[in-house]
């Protein structure tokens, strides 16, 4: 019903709007069956699109809802990571059928909208050579190592599109390892474990996210070892993301680790200043943003490599260009994003750093030198180790050896983990701004 309603509803918005508003902000949206006749449930692509449109055309969609079906009292809007409704207890007994290409595959992560470069070259073509023929190459498992926001989940999306538009009978599953872990418990729960099995089993194309939420979760890692057995010994094709090598990967069982490397495991690293124009100029004409080349080069070089904060910024350029309906000039660039543009590094030493990161958590600055394994002085480590990456130019060696003779894959994951955390734990990043603010103030 609310598909029916919002397909009315379209035609009146595109007449009440501008093409290019239109295009970019009501064309991709899609209508859900909230269960409630007096709600239009709408899913935007992410939090800041639904917000952005929560707050300046929320009553506008509603009065226009409201010629087509003047029953409707709300229009609600949700992103699409939590856009499917909540299902009921009972429903979550088939928590594992829920992860299927069909429900979860992302439509706009495909090959073609893959932007490529020298660091991720080699991931491509592997990537699409397992889509065109899963299960029959030498590249079983495939695991997909590298930062946040570089593309990982990008190849796995599209591995699991190509796979499903080139063979329509495949069945492809694609999880990320915290719905696994989630759906697991829950079947043990509701004594359900070999339904949960099953459906993962019955799959010929497995994608699984961020196989490293495993670590430390040895009943889930367990269960997720005779699965992979069963599909690897039946020539079913399995895609693993990591945001580490598997040798890097502290918590996992070594058999675990051991299979992972059957196949191939392929790097993406940060792309170049080169790629990562192509990358915004792509992106943005996506969205129907109109950005002149001296702009483009100056996003590219003040942003980090971090492509989901490129696309973030973009958001925002569309989002403040569509309020003010005015064009994208470079101080306006400049003013947007005043808190993204790369600042000189101070001149801070390592141990600065350290003495600082102590004296804030109360701890005597050797036990970060120290190889002090205890979790609370593990965290502290990490979160000078990130403030060193952030503020110094010092090499990853540099820093690995001043933190007690570690080596550049312990910063690596150091700054991973901590760029994670801090944006789940508002804490973790008002401690990371209070310290990194202690050195501005030099």
Sequence with gaps: MGHDIWQQVLPHISRAVDHNRYETWFKPLVALDSGDPAVLTLSAPNQFVSDFLDQHFGATLLSLAQKVSPSIRQVRFVPAAVSSPAPSPPARRNAASAATSQNTLNPQYTFDLFVVGPTNEFAKSVAMAVAEAPGHTKFNPLLIYGGVGLGKTHLLHAI?????????????????????????????????RKEFSDRFRQSTTLLVDDIQFLVGKESTQEEFFYIFNTLYQSQKQIILTSDLPPASIQGLQDRLLSRFQWGL???????NLETRVAIIQKKAERDNLSISEDILYFIAENVSSNIREIEGILIKLLAFASITNTDITLDLVRGVLRESIKKEPLKISLDEIIDRVAEYYKIPPNTLREKNRRKEVAQCRQIAMFIAKTLTNNSLKTIGLHFGGRDHSTVIHAVQQIESLRVKDESVQRDINYISSLFSQQ
Excluded: L, M, R
């Design 265 to 271: 495991c392929v790097d993406i690293q940060p792309p």
């Design 160 to 192: 699991g599109n190509h796979v499903s538009k080139s063979f329509p009978d495949a069945e492809v599953t694609y999880v990320t390892s915290e719905e696994f872990y989630f759906a697991f418990i829950d079947a043990i729960k509701n004594n359900t």
